[in-house]
């Protein structure tokens, strides 16, 4: 049973990378797409990936803890 799994996982792989690269008439593929677009959606992401850097490092000043236990001193 697990080879019959394993036998549809790659060839569902296959046939998924088949089709994001395959060529459209334009001459283009939905992978090239992709990559075009990538860094505008890193520029975009940036301010909610910085928010969030800020508030697992302890940075941000907002408590989010509904919790009544305090752990910054480590000790409850």
Same mark, same amino acid.
């Given at each position: 049973?697990?080879?019959? +799994? =394993?036998?549809? /996982? !790659?060839? %569902? %792989? *296959?046939?998924? =990378?088949? =089709?994001? #690269? @395959?060529?459209?008439? $334009? !001459?283009?593929?939905?992978?090239? $797409?992709? +990559? *075009? @677009? *990538?860094?505008?959606?890193?520029? +975009? *992401?940036?301010? =909610? /990936? $910085? @928010?969030?850097?800020? &508030? /697992?490092?302890? +940075?941000?000043? #907002?408590?989010?803890? #509904?919790?009544? &236990? $305090?752990?910054?001193? !480590?000790?409850?």
């Amino acid at each position: 049973m697990s080879l019959l +799994k =394993y036998l549809i /996982v !790659g060839a %569902a %792989a *296959a046939a998924g =990378y088949n =089709y994001i #690269t @395959k060529r459209r008439p $334009d !001459g283009g593929s939905i992978a090239e $797409d992709l +990559k *075009a @677009k *990538a860094p505008e959606w890193m520029e +975009k *992401a940036r301010p =909610y /990936v $910085d @928010k969030i850097k800020d &508030q /697992v490092s302890g +940075k941000s000043h #907002t408590n989010t803890n #509904t919790g009544s &236990q $305090d752990f910054s001193t !480590g000790m409850n």
